[in-house]
């Protein structure tokens, strides 16, 4: 009984990890990119070029490169992931 509940707990706590994974890349796909597109516009960029349309483009250039860096770490950490080996009986 002890081993089946231990099991049980164990494959709670995998679980919890999957989604504290998912729920921080998601997190950083979604939102980081945002932040970075209106901070470096406001920060950045329109001291820069003023109220232009450059400074928009400039801005969402930033945004891309970093959701695509999001991404890429997000596909690195799902292939270095090593493979759980599944005992059946």
Known sequence: ???KAMAEQSTDSQDFEVFRSIFYYCFFILIVPLLTFFC???VIFEPIF????NGSV???IVAIITVHIALGLYIYKA???PVKQVKRD
Not at 50 to 53: I, L
Request: hydrophobic residues 30%; neutral net charge; charged residues 10%.
């Open 1 to 3: 009984m002890q081993s």
């Open 40 to 42: 470096a516009k406001f």
């Open 50 to 53: 003023g109220s232009t349309v």
């Open 58 to 60: 400039y801005s969402a």
């Open 79 to 81: 292939y270095s992931e």
